[in-house]
């Protein structure tokens, strides 16, 4: 337990599909990162939220939609996905000066079909 | 552009010592961090240099060199546990964290 909870662990989805990633901290750190792993690639940096405002969009497609409605929630609303966006995506938290010490959620492994 | 380069697997025995190295380029440098990620897990912090020389943490020691763009990562009397993937991540001077792929460590008895 890391004190970062994401849902569902698991999902896949059709390229149709509507879906949402939810993560949720427990840490009292007020900012919230979205990160996508691919096999044998580095961590890329998708979305960063600070103090409940997005700061950081690495030019990440539209059918990925970043949503923080406070500082303990952060959601990734998924549509017309496409296969290649087939990963681990996780959510990390940490104190906004400090994000290289950031804890990370277990991940929501995510297949698209 | 900015990268992070380590060996994408390793293999070691129960009881042994392994070095994982670590080499960076990037834009300024505020810090460099070690995960640890077991298989289906979240990455775990392990360690962070900021200073040249080792930091040592029980079984385990990070060592930096700002000069060479260099760290390692030493893990002492493995452990079938130790079984996982190492993660490297320098903070640029954005304080951006660049990546590297992440080094997959398999233990053998």
């Known amino acids: 337990e890391t004190g970062v909870t994401q849902t569902p662990r698991h999902l896949v989805m059709g390229m149709t599909n509507k879906k949402s990633l939810k993560c949720e901290q427990h840490l009292g750190h007020n900012a919230m990162y979205w990160y996508k792993q691919s096999a044998k690639k580095p961590l890329e940096l998708m979305f960063v939220?600070?103090?409940?405002?997005?700061?950081e969009n690495n030019s990440v497609p539209s059918r990925f939609s970043p949503e923080c409605p406070n500082s303990s929630h952060l959601f990734l609303h998924l549509h017309t996905l496409q296969p290649e966006d087939s990963a681990l995506y996780l959510c990390?938290?940490?104190?906004?000066?400090?994000?290289?010490?950031?804890?990370f959620g277990q991940g929501t492994r995510l297949t698209v079909v | 552009g900015q990268n992070i380069d380590q060996p994408t697997e390793m293999t070691a025995t129960e009881g042994a010592i392994v070095q994982i190295n670590c080499t960076y380029q990037t834009s300024g440098f505020n810090g460099l961090f070690w995960y640890q990620q077991h298989a289906g897990e979240a990455p775990t912090f392990l360690s962070y240099?900021?200073l040249d020389g080792l930091e040592e943490k029980g079984r385990f020691s990070s060592f930096l060199s700002r000069s060479k763009g260099y760290s390692y990562l030493l893990l002492k009397e493995l452990q079938m546990k130790d079984s996982a993937s190492y993660l490297c991540a320098v903070r640029d001077r954005d304080y951006q964290l660049i990546w590297g792929a992440g080094t997959k460590l398999i233990i053998k008895p």
């Open positions: 240099n900021v």
């Open positions: 990390a938290s940490s104190q906004s000066t400090e994000p290289g010490s950031a804890f």
């Open positions: 939220y600070s103090l409940e405002e997005r700061v």
